[in-house]
């Protein structure tokens, strides 16, 4: 097995649209459009707060959710890292199509529908994320794909 790494560059708009957007803070009162989160959640939605535990830069598997949008954001102030891979019709992502993003606390991120994505990824112990997504997306819309067993590789984020 190889492991290649990847190169977290720092999220913006325009570099993560192929994965989906980037959500800022806006003025209250401001009027919905572009900007704001374009959800796709047929069904229950369902908005928690999920606590992670460190567990290292590296890995050897992706996962996407085809029926649903899912946003992501870090509580109290911690940066946090994701990879992710454009959505395809393949049942496996395009491994060389795989990047990686630092993300700041002061914006989420919605991935599109069918969004591959690992992590997310930090150095602290533990770590609290903002999660939105449907009420069953882990039972019925988590579709995973091993990447070593497809492309003999695992993958590393560095910064």
């Known amino acids: 097995m190889m492991l290649r790494s990847l190169i977290a560059q720092p999220i913006t708009p325009e570099a993560f649209r192929p994965y989906g957007q980037v959500i800022f803070a806006t003025e209250d009162g ?5 900007e704001d989160a374009q959800l796709v959640l047929s069904g229950i939605p369902r908005f928690y707060i999920m606590r992670l535990h460190h567990k290292g830069r590296q890995f050897s598997h992706i996962t996407r959710h085809q029926r649903c949008t899912q946003c992501l954001g870090s509580l109290e102030g911690n940066t946090w890292l994701l990879a992710v ?3 395809c019709e393949a049942k496996i992502p395009d491994c060389e199509a795989i990047a990686a993003f630092q ?3 002061n914006c989420f991120v919605k991935l599109e529908a069918g969004t591959w ?3 997310p990824y930090f150095d602290q112990d533990t770590i609290d994320f903002y999660s939105l ?3 069953d997306t882990n039972l019925t819309d ?4 091993n990447l070593k067993a497809a492309y003999g590789v695992a993958f590393e984020i560095v910064i």
């Open 30 to 34: 401001k009027i919905y459009d572009a």
């Open 85 to 87: 891979a454009p959505p």
């Open 103 to 105: 993300i700041p606390s």
């Open 117 to 119: 994505h690992a992590g």
């Open 133 to 135: 997504e449907l009420s």
């Open 142 to 145: 988590h579709h995973t794909c």
